[in-house]
């Protein structure tokens, strides 16, 4: 049986995510600052196990590894922060939030993986959830986006010193989610897909041999093990 930490879990793409595997026998390990929400949202899920917590805190991320035991098959780096809504300029940006951007869409990922590292498996995979903003200059993006650009060569140096291990960037594209709303307020979102709709993706790079490196999730073919 395989097991897995997925952050983020309680809603989104990180609980569509959790479903899925969990419906194919996984044990996994999921995270959500708000421990109710997190609770109601995966407490009919077999195999599923709830740690409520803050993945910037590190005593969060040793409790999460713990919970996993060892070995560990997967590890996806799921939980973000948009910052400031509405999104400002990097002007007009303040730098004690952009610092709590930076802790949680970058180090907070390389924290966990620090951690995770002596129980994961030779053969492992580590997905880190990125976005188009990581590569594309969006005016009002800065903050959100750079940090996962961030994310991304953090990701892809990892990559270059496990090679015995899969390391991945996944792009899951637009998703009709609370931050994307979030990042357009008073906005109608609904004609993004659901999270749901870039699961598919990320199995295939799960449960695949994809070499490590970025994909884009809808792009990679509809058929997944």
């Known amino acids: 049986m395989s097991t897995g930490i997925i952050t983020g879990g309680s809603r989104g793409l990180g609980l569509a995510l959790t479903r899925e595997?969990?419906?194919?026998?996984?044990?996994?390990?999921?995270?959500?600052?708000?421990?109710?929400?997190?609770?109601?949202?995966?407490?009919?899920?077999?195999?599923?196990?709830?740690?409520?917590?803050?993945v910037a805190d590190p005593d969060h991320?040793?409790?999460l590894v713990r919970a996993a035991g060892s070995p560990i098959d997967l590890l996806v780096n799921n939980a973000s922060l948009l910052g400031p809504s509405p999104r400002p300029d990097l002007r007009?940006?303040?730098?004690?939030?952009?610092?709590?951007?930076?802790?949680?869409?970058?180090l907070?990922?390389?924290?966990?993986?620090?951690?995770?590292?002596?129980?994961?498996?030779?053969?492992?995979v580590i997905v880190d959830?990125?976005?188009?903003?990581?590569v594309e200059p969006y005016e009002g993006w800065g903050g959100y986006g750079s940090s996962k650009a961030a994310l991304e060569q953090l990701t892809a140096i990892l990559a270059a010193e496990h090679p015995d291990m899969r390391i991945y960037t996944v792009d899951p594209g637009?998703?009709?989610?609370a931050m994307h709303q979030d990042a357009f307020p008073g906005e109608d979102i609904?004609?993004?897909?659901?999270?749901?709709?870039?699961?598919?993706?990320l199995l295939a790079i799960v449960l695949g041999d994809y070499p490590s490196g970025r994909y884009v999730a809808r792009q990679l073919a509809a058929v997944t093990p």
């Open 21 to 54: 595997l969990s419906a194919r026998g996984w044990n996994l390990v999921v995270d959500a600052r708000d421990g109710d929400a997190l609770e109601r949202a995966v407490g009919g899920l077999e195999r599923v196990i709830p740690v409520a917590g803050d």
């Open 61 to 63: 991320r040793r409790a």
């Open 92 to 106: 007009d940006f303040p730098l004690a939030e952009l610092a709590h951007v930076y802790a949680v869409n970058v």
């Open 108 to 124: 907070a990922p390389l924290g966990l993986i620090q951690e995770a590292l002596p129980g994961l498996r030779p053969g492992a």
């Open 129 to 134: 959830i990125t976005s188009d903003a990581a």
């Open 174 to 177: 637009d998703m009709r989610t």
């Open 190 to 201: 609904s004609d993004r897909p659901p999270p749901e709709a870039s699961v598919p993706g």
